[in-house]
T-cell receptor
C-alpha cells in the first residue's frame, strides 16, 4: 500500500545552491499538489499540477521556484539560488482527480538552507 | 483572501477527557472541509465534510460541518496519549482548482 512518496526526506543546501524535491503520487493518482510549512505557520498551498500541466501556481513565489509533473516520473519542485527563508518543510499531496476528492500527503522534505 | 482559523491553538488534557476543536473558514468556491492529524510527519487524513449538519464518525472521533455559520468542529472522546498531535483543518476550494487552505492547527497534548 504505497502512499505518496517524497525524497529526499531531509535536504541541506548552502545559500545560492539549487534544491530539487521529488514527489511520486499514490498509485492511480494523477493530480499533485505542493504545500510549504514554515516554522510556526500552517501549510500553504504552492502549486497544483496534473500530468504535463500546471493547473494553478498562484501560491508559488514568482522567482526561483518552478514545478513540473512530467508524463513519466515524479513531480519535481525546484528552487534555484536558495536563501535562508526557503528553509521549511515541503509537502506533496496527491488525489485521484475526481471533483472534490481528498488529498493524501507524503512525509515531506525538510529543507535547511545554511 | 481565503482564510481558515482554528481554535484553540493548543490544548492540554488528561487521558479520558473529551475535547472539541474548532475551525472557521472564509473561502471562495468552497467545496469541502477536511480534517487531518499531523504527528511530526505527513498529515493523515481524518474526515472530509461536504454536507451541512451530517456528523461523520470514526471510532472516538467525530466531526460536523455548519455551512451557514462557516465552521466545523472535531470531537475526540475518551482521549488517549496517542491522540497527541497537531490537528489541521483545511477548506477545499473548487472551481478550476482544488487547493486546500489550511489553518495553523491545534496542538493537542494528552497527558496520562
Amino acid at each position: 500500500n504505497a502512499g505518496v512518496m517524497q525524497n529526499p526526506r531531509h535536504l541541506v543546501r548552502r545559500r545560492g545552491q539549487e534544491a530539487r524535491l521529488r514527489c511520486s503520487p499514490m498509485k492511480g493518482h494523477s493530480h499533485v499538489y505542493w504545500y510549504r510549512q514554515l516554522p510556526e505557520e500552517g501549510l500553504k498551498f504552492m502549486v497544483y499540477l496534473q500530468k504535463e500541466n500546471i493547473i494553478d501556481e498562484s501560491g508559488m513565489p514568482k522567482e526561483r521556484f518552478s514545478a513540473e509533473f512530467p508524463k513519466e516520473g515524479p513531480s519535481i519542485l525546484r528552487i534555484q539560488q536558495v536563501v535562508r527563508g526557503d528553509s521549511a518543510a515541503y509537502f506533496c499531496a496527491s488525489s485521484l482527480g475526481l471533483a472534490g476528492e481528498e488529498q493524501f500527503f507524503g512525509p515531506g522534505t525538510r529543507l535547511t538552507v545554511l | 483572501e481565503d482564510k481558515v482559523v482554528q481554535s484553540p491553538l493548543s490544548l492540554v488534557v488528561h487521558e479520558g477527557d473529551t475535547v472539541t476543536l474548532n475551525c472557521s473558514y472564509e473561502v471562495t468556491n468552497f467545496r469541502s472541509l477536511l480534517w487531518y492529524k499531523q504527528e511530526k510527519k505527513a498529515p493523515t487524513f481524518l474526515f472530509m465534510l461536504t454536507s451541512s449538519g451530517i456528523e461523520k464518525k470514526s471510532g472516538r472521533l467525530s466531526s460536523i460541518l455548519d455551512k451557514k455559520e462557516l465552521f466545523s468542529i472535531l470531537n475526540i472522546t475518551a482521549t488517549q496519549t496517542g491522540d497527541s498531535a497537531v490537528y489541521l483543518c483545511a477548506a477545499l476550494s473548487g472551481g478550476s482548482n482544488y487547493k486546500l487552505t489550511f489553518g495553523k492547527g491545534t496542538l493537542l497534548t494528552v497527558n496520562p
